[in-house]
């Protein structure tokens, strides 16, 4: 089992910078792929950003590209995400995620991946 821990949420004015972190139980998800995904209130849970399991490849939402960075740290089991530039429109709750399958078919995929952690909140004012 794998428990994951998001931190670094918060309020920001907009054109502001947050830095999520998401660590891990377990240094088993170094050899998995990782994503963050963020649902806003009345909408569907979305694709935000995926890594695969050595950081070699990074996937983006469109709606984040250029403005977000997905990284990770084998040696903290922790992935995290470099949110700049921020908009109203990123207010959401944030969450990191594992996938234990095929990263390069399924990463900007919900329902493939197998661990979830609780989120944390970004809030955005315009």
């Known amino acids: 089992q794998v428990q994951l821990v998001e931190s670094g949420g918060g309020l920001v004015q907009a054109g502001g910078s947050l830095r999520l972190s998401c660590a891990a139980s377990t240094r088993a998800v170094n050899t998995y792929s990782m994503g963050w995904f963020r649902q806003a209130p009345g909408q569907e849970r979305e694709f935000v950003a995926a890594?695969?399991?050595?950081?070699?490849?990074?996937n983006y939402a469109d709606s984040v590209k250029g403005r977000f960075t997905i990284s990770r740290d084998s040696a903290k089991s922790s992935v995290y995400l470099q949110m700049n530039s921020l908009n109203a429109e990123d207010t959401a709750v944030y969450y990191c995620a594992v996938d234990r399958g095929d990263y390069s078919r399924t990463y900007y995929i919900s329902s493939s991946y197998d661990y979830w952690g609780q989120g944390t909140q970004v809030t955005v004012s315009s």
């Open positions: 890594i695969n399991w050595n950081g070699r490849s990074t």
